[in-house]
């Protein structure tokens, strides 16, 4: 077993008063990515914002290695950002400011948490665009974001987020605003970081960005955990209804192709109208009276679901 | 370079058109025509017609027209028709040193009171300090700028001159920075303070809004990825973003002030600038003054919107397209 990098233990968020995220608990294992799946309104990035200490954690433990970090000062976690924990945001062209060069703020970045000076600063990331493989890097760092293509930009954003050697990588969405052809380019790239660099967590809503690139996933649904365990076993056998339908609604690369991709009937609940039992009952077809209550994450057939279905027979 | 030409062009085209206007205009006003009043009351038609002839009165109105641009840019010799033998354009440079010091110093004042403000009411918006400053603004945007001035002037002039508060304020008028240059600030620092409150208590709101509408952007949830400092934020990523509602207003502005609005400051502080020599222009009806006044404003408001058009491309890189390819 890797070591975990980080350590996420009944994370709970409040915001006004909802509550967003409902005792949340994965670990990041060095050397492997993980993924976070679930539709928009789920959690995700909440789950993120609240590890990059952006929102406040209301409960729960978030340890870095082995330091604990709910409950830092901003002034702590603001050391934190960006040097131990970055992150990868969905769309280049809005993440980066519009009026300086990429260069600049990929620089900026570096002077905020090291002693170094403009050219040495300056050198560290020209070194980093070539490792992100970003040609012509010196060049390129002089450019403004407009100036680079939408895979570029990403990849001057990923380097932008390695350069204080952080042991967490967050990417959230960070393929959604690409061309299909550039998106692989990017998970191959985050994979490699994963390999190398800092552990990566992954926050997407396509199954089939975590079947290429993932190593675990975490499957998410109104601020909870409902499925969590390795890729292969979970993409092969889904347990929880949820993740099914989700699985269901994905297209497939090779067989068939379905007259009419499934999708799942409803919405998604708000955090102010969450069912009281098990979230996912409302839109879920195996729905019976036993949903009425809460179910805990269980481990059953190699991970960990929650769901009343695979209760008492582990 | 051939966008610059263009720029010059059009400038010109604002200038002559103007120009031709306010002509227009002249000789359309009711009781304008000015050989009365040069010929003094009571004159005979003899000295009316030999007056009408001498000015020119009696030609066609295109070639009265040609005739004074010609005056005023060509031979620089346009006199004034209310005071004899006044020259126009010595006039207008005498006013303008007199108006750009009290709006260059007035506008340095209220820019960096209003960045000071804005930024200090977008780090912790809707607290005590927040609530307090932007109450203030509204009060500087909304005290009249001549009452401001004239109790100023109640204030250190008269009631409390002669007390070591304000023993150091010369009386209202202006000095020349060349005179002396400590007597130039000295008589130039109240008006500046008092033309400045409005336009500082009007530009830290718009800011403090610009900045507030920049803090939920992208960038600035990058910004703070980064794990950088709140002031570092303000300072490096909204404020950069918003200087450029900023820079519009503030070209605009300025122009206006520099091409006569200063004119209640002035008077208020007996500064014979341009707003002043405007005014004394209009209330005469005299053509040569208002035509020299009004160019000369018309031409800053040109200026100014090609300086903003400049300062745009250096702030914003995405306008500058075509300089270098991407």
């Known amino acids: 077993m890797a070591e975990p990098i980080l350590q996420v233990r009944d994370l709970c968020v409040r915001l006004s008063g909802r509550l967003i995220l409902d005792h949340v608990s994965f670990d990041v294992l060095r050397g492997r990515t993980l993924g976070v799946v679930g539709e928009s309104g789920s959690g995700k990035s909440v789950t993120a914002s609240a590890l990059m200490g952006l929102v406040p954690i209301a409960s729960g433990s978030v340890k870095f290695g082995s330091r604990e970090v709910a409950g830092l000062s901003e002034r702590a976690w603001r050391a934190l950002r960006g040097r131990q924990i970055a992150m990868v945001f969905q769309d280049p062209m809005s993440a980066f400011l519009p009026v300086r060069s990429v260069g600049a703020q990929i620089d900026e970045q570096i002077r905020a948490h090291e002693r170094l000076s403009r050219t040495d600063a300056r050198a560290r990331t020209v070194q980093l665009l070539q490792r992100m493989e970003v040609p012509d890097a010196a060049q390129m760092a002089r450019r403004y974001p407009h100036q680079l293509s939408g895979g570029l930009r990403q990849r001057a954003m990923i380097a932008m987020a390695l350069s204080c050697r952080p042991d967490l990588l967050i990417a959230d969405e960070p393929t959604t605003a690409l061309d299909v052809t550039v998106q692989a380019q990017i998970l191959a790239l985050l994979r490699e970081v994963s390999q190398r660099d800092a552990g990566v967590m992954l926050i997407t809503h396509d199954m089939g960005v975590v079947a290429q690139s993932c190593a675990d996933v975490v499957v998410m649904y109104a601020g909870v955990i409902v499925e969590r365990g390795s890729v292969e076993t979970i993409l092969q056998a889904p347990l929880h209804p949820y993740t099914q339908a989700l699985m269901a609604a994905t297209p497939e690369i090779d067989g068939p192709r379905p007259a009419r991709l499934a999708t799942i009937p409803g919405q998604p609940p708000s955090p102010a109208s969450r069912p009281q039992g098990c979230v996912f009952q409302p839109r879920c077809g195996y729905a019976h009276e036993a949903c009425g209550r809460r179910p805990p994450l269980r481990s059953h057939a190699g991970r960990d679901v929650a769901c009343v279905l695979y209760e008492g027979a582990a | ?44 038609p003899q000295i009316l017609a030999r007056i009408r002839h001498d000015y020119g009165f009696d030609r066609a109105l295109p070639v009265q ?21 006044e020259r126009v354009v010595p006039e207008v440079f005498a006013a303008a040193p007199v108006t750009l010091s009290l709006v260059g110093g007035a506008a340095i004042i209220w820019v960096g009171l209003s960045v000071l403000i804005g930024v200090v009411c977008a780090l912790w918006p809707n607290g005590i300090v927040d609530r307090v400053l932007m109450g203030l603004s509204v009060l500087l945007l ?19 001159h002669d007390t070591m508060l304000f023993s150091w304020v010369p009386p209202l008028g202006y000095v020349p920075f060349l005179q002396s240059p400590s007597g130039w600030f000295r008589s130039l620092l109240l008006p500046w303070l008092v033309l400045s409150s409005s336009f500082a208590g009007l530009y830290a709101r718009v800011l403090r809004a610009e900045l507030m509408a920049a803090s939920g952007e992208d960038y600035m949830r990058t910004a703070r990825a980064k794990g950088l400092s709140p002031l570092r934020i303000m300072l490096n990523h909204g404020l950069r973003m918003s200087w450029l509602g900023f820079v519009s207003l503030f070209g605009l502005d300025v122009a206006q002030l520099i091409g006569g609005g200063a004119l209640l400051t002035e008077v208020v502080f007996a500064l014979p600038g341009v707003g002043h020599l405007t005014y004394r222009a209009l209330t005469d009806l005299d053509l040569p003054l208002i035509m020299a006044t009004v160019l000369y404003s018309a031409a800053f408001v040109v200026i100014a919107n090609a300086l903003v058009d400049l300062v745009y491309l250096a702030l914003d890189p995405r306008l500058r397209t075509g300089t270098r390819h991407g």
């Open chain 2, 142 to 160: 909304s005290i009249p700028v001549f009452w401001l001035g004239e109790v100023v002037n109640l204030v250190t002039q008269s009631r409390y």
């Open chain 2, 65 to 85: 027209y040609i005739r004074m641009m010609d005056k005023l840019f060509v031979a620089r010799d346009l006199t004034s028709f209310v005071d004899h033998g």
């Open chain 2, 1 to 44: 370079m051939r966008s610059v030409a263009l720029r010059l062009g059009q400038g010109a085209c604002v200038l002559v058109g103007i120009s031709m206007l306010v002509f227009a205009v002249f000789f359309a006003t009711p009781g304008a025509d000015p050989t009365a009043r040069i010929a003094g009351r009571g004159a005979s």
